[in-house]
């Protein structure tokens, strides 16, 4: 009888012992997962509230400048810091351009905000970009811009 109650006790505390490791090794993984599943919703949420449209753009065939008026329509607001982290891009039937943020070579962009003031692009606000190419040859482009979470709008002119 003794025999079976210590062996009964040996079996119970190996159970725990292996419960108890066996929640240690899933617990950080689980927490883990929600934090990833966490911090997807949070982008998710930013891409959702942020939204841009083009409202004009003027090639200024003279000077090879080409002004892109863009407007912030999201309900959310746009640190104007994280404006170096957005790309546009200039397409056309023979030429590709990448402009660098405030390169000191061409191709290049840069923006100033026109009708707000402060350190975020809020909403209703206009970015006026300039953008400095060697060349503006006559032909139509396609600019498209993006964000920095993703966001884009596309529109076409002609020159």
């Not at 607001?77 to 546009?88: F, K, R």
């Not at 905000?113 to 006559?138: F, H, M, Q, V, Y």
Request: charged share 15%.
């Amino acid at each position: 009888m003794a025999k079976e109650v210590i062996t009964s006790a040996i079996l119970v505390i190996v159970s725990v012992i292996a419960a108890v490791t066996f929640v240690n090794a899933i617990l950080p993984s689980v927490y883990g997962l929600s934090e990833s599943y966490s911090s997807v919703a949070r982008n998710m949420e930013d891409q959702f509230k942020t939204d841009i449209d083009i409202i004009f753009i003027y090639p200024d065939g003279n000077t090879s400048t080409v002004y892109v008026w863009i407007k912030n329509v999201g309900s959310s607001n746009v640190p104007l810091s994280q404006l170096q982290y957005c790309d546009i891009f200039i397409l056309s039937s023979s030429n590709y351009w990448n402009p660098g943020f405030e390169s000191a070579s061409n191709p290049s962009w840069e923006y100033t905000l026109e009708n707000g003031d402060g350190d975020t692009w809020n909403r209703g606000e206009t970015i006026k970009a300039a953008i400095e190419l060697d060349a503006l040859p006559s032909d139509i482009y396609k600019i498209t811009f993006f964000l920095y979470n993703g966001v884009s709008t596309s529109d076409t002119f002609s020159v």
